[in-house]
């Protein structure tokens, strides 16, 4: 039978350190490979000559999937006897780190992909830092090549070792690190017989003890709405639920409007009527009075709405061509709202890999590529948020340049007030 329970990860690393071929081999152990396309593919290269590579089994089968063009090419999927998974970013898509901040933020979990022979990388470090910002906590390091060491446990408790220092330094810990040699197969889906001193799981183990949604549900409530629908009189407010939950009878105010209404019913797609809803569930709501409420609207509870003011502090990863500029206008993306936005000022720039201070407080007016600032933003009219460290979902925001994904950031502690008066 087929498992319902789903769980979406994210598969970084420096380019070459091997995440295609991870990839492929994870498909192939788990059985998720069309009948017959392995053999094909590999008599393809016997008769060039050329070695057999995991990465062009997974060219092949996207580009399989990019003529199927209904389907997302972007969500790859396997399955293990516990649940399914759909990887958020497939390898070899050229705007990696753009697709991070916009894809990766509704990723659960993330695979990190180090080369065991060329080591810690700029990038390993800078996507460290990325998984972070974008609040991914779930997350396992996979030391890979492991075979062109000759399987080393020295080597492997070396690079935890260094890489989890770094780590640690911006505040994240992963759930374990893993030796692995991909193109062999190497403790993916069974236990290597080249490391026999290795104690811990597999990669597929690792990945079934990951939760799915890291969202708690005794959060308090934020419902963005994405769509309002109408049926006749009646009035559907769709959207997911990124923290807490709601029932039926709760009294929810909607930010930024400030209006209050009940909660009359829970309405879902596909699943019968029922009385509550929980963080990580897309659903609708009809309220008893009908108030005014738009696409963008945070829905919380009476008793603990978010923030709603038109500046905070933030952490931010830029990654636009165009520098981050003072005195420019860009949008700001943020749940669901979506507001004009600026720089007010710029307290520090500091280099993503080395997280050295670049720039301190009114001496450089502009984040440049690759760069992470503390500054504070203003927004153009109020805008409902938390802090990153409280909730996660409507801590973290997007900078749009034009039609680009240019930046992304979350929300940094500071003593706000609740609701703006200027
Ligand atoms: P990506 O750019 O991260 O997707 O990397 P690829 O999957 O394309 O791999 C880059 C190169 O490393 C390819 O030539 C692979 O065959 C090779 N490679 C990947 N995994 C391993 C491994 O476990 N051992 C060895 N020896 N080579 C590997």
Known sequence: STPT???????????????????????????????????????IAERRGVPFEWANLMDALQ???????????????????????????APGHKEF????????ANAEAALLLIDANEGIQEQSRRHGYLLNLLGIRQIAVLVNK?????????????????????????????????????????????KSANMTWWQGATVLEALDQFKVSDLPDNQPLRFPIQDVY?????????????AGSVKVGDKLLFSPSNKVSTVKTIERWNAPVSESANAGESIGITLTEQIFVERGAVAALETA?????????????????????????????LATQEADCEIESIEKIIDASTLETISREG???????????????????AVAFDKHIEIVPTGRFVIVDGFEVSGGGIVAEDNYPKRTSD
């Open 5 to 43: 329970e789903q769980l979406k990860i994210v598969i970084v690393g420096h380019v070459d350190h091997g995440k295609s071929t991870f990839v492929g081999r994870l498909f192939h152990d788990t059985g998720s490979l069309p009948e017959g396309k392995l053999e094909q593919l590999q008599k």
């Open 63 to 89: 580009s399989e999937r990019d003529q199927n063009i209904t389907i997302d090419t972007a969500q790859i999927w396997f399955q293990t006897k516990k649940r399914q998974y759909v990887i958020i970013d």
């Open 97 to 104: 780190l753009k697709n991070m901040i916009t894809g990766a």
């Open 146 to 190: 492991m075979d062109l060491q000759g399987y080393s446990q020295e080597r492997f408790n070396q690079i935890e070792k260094d890489y989890r220092a770094f780590l640690k330094t911006i505040g994240v810990e992963p759930k374990l690190f893993i030796p692995i040699a991909a193109k062999h197969g190497d403790n993916i889906a069974s």
């Open 230 to 242: 109408r049926f006749d009189d009646r009035r559907i407010l769709a959207g997911r639920i990124e």
């Open 305 to 333: 709405p978010p923030y709603e003011l038109n500046r905070f502090k933030a952490r931010l990863f830029w990654l636009g061509r165009q520098p981050f500029k003072q005195g420019k206008i860009y949008k700001l993306k």
């Open 363 to 381: 001496e450089k007016p502009y984040v440049g590529r690759h760069e992470v600032a503390e500054l504070t933003i203003r927004t153009k009219r």
